[in-house]
């Protein structure tokens, strides 16, 4: 079965860096892109990205596009999220997903979400 | 960005009762709609995909339609374990978007 395992808690002064990890198993790691949602606390939902781990191409939302890198490494099957000069409005749950095919972007299994805290 | 609006933001109702949820998009996206729920402290869970087509093993008292801009999330009975938030999400362009989430209490 499809299993995405997340890294743990992370607590991250302002101006620092947070990299969340994405572990994924039960399926073929190439054949799915990994998508990015975070949800600020008692907030929405708020999609941040995607990632082809066939290519390593990338597509992110124009909102953090010069702070965020999504990256892979097909060989430990994991995904990684580096959000960059972070602000406390970052504190959130970090979560990846997987979408169903690459050209139906709904997500049929999520990680169990990291979250990040960033304070002074 | 295509924008994606619930309503209502909350709902009370009791169990055994139908409801339904709305979702409009500002622009239309023809069927690529999903609805998830989402309980405290868990990750959302998919429901609903291309509008109206059910998970596999989602019960099938959970239904959705619609198509272009108006979408609705219909539970037509109910139950305890059915409290939760909900929430639409847009995947017809590359900037995926959600809903702002219709929170589902108990009355």
């Known amino acids: 079965q499809v299993h995405l395992v997340q890294s743990g808690a992370e607590v991250e002064r302002p101006g620092a860096s947070v990299r969340v990890s994405c572990k994924a198993s039960?399926?073929?790691?190439?054949?799915?892109?990994i998508h990015w949602v975070r949800q600020a606390p008692g907030q929405g939902l708020e999609w941040m990205g995607w990632?082809?781990?066939?290519?390593?191409?990338?597509n992110y939302a124009q909102k953090f596009q010069v702070r965020v890198t999504m990256t892979s490494d097909t060989s430990i099957s994991t995904f990684y999220m580096e959000l960059g000069t972070l602000r406390s409005d970052d504190t959130a749950v970090y979560y990846c997903?997987?979408?169903?095919?690459?050209?139906?972007?709904?997500?049929?299994?999520w990680g169990q979400g990291t979250l990040v805290t960033v304070s002074s | 960005d295509i924008q994606m609006t619930q309503s209502p933001s909350t709902l009370s109702a009791s169990v055994g009762d139908r409801v339904t949820i709305t979702c409009r998009a500002s622009?239309?996206?023809?069927?690529?709609l999903a609805w998830y729920q989402q309980k405290p402290g868990k990750a959302p869970k998919l429901l609903i995909y291309?509008?109206?087509t059910l998970e596999s093993g989602v019960p099938s008292r959970f239904s959705g339609s619609g198509s272009g801009t108006e979408f609705t999330l219909t539970i037509s009975s109910l139950q305890p374990e059915d409290f939760a938030t909900y929430y639409c999400q847009q995947y017809n362009s590359y900037g995926i978007t959600f809903g702002q989430g219709t929170r589902l209490e108990i009355k």
């Open positions: 997903a997987r979408a169903f095919s690459t050209l139906h972007y709904y997500f049929d299994y």
């Open positions: 039960g399926y073929t790691f190439t054949g799915n892109y």
């Open positions: 291309e509008a109206s």
């Open positions: 622009q239309t996206i023809s069927t690529w």
């Open positions: 990632i082809n781990p066939n290519t390593g191409g990338t």
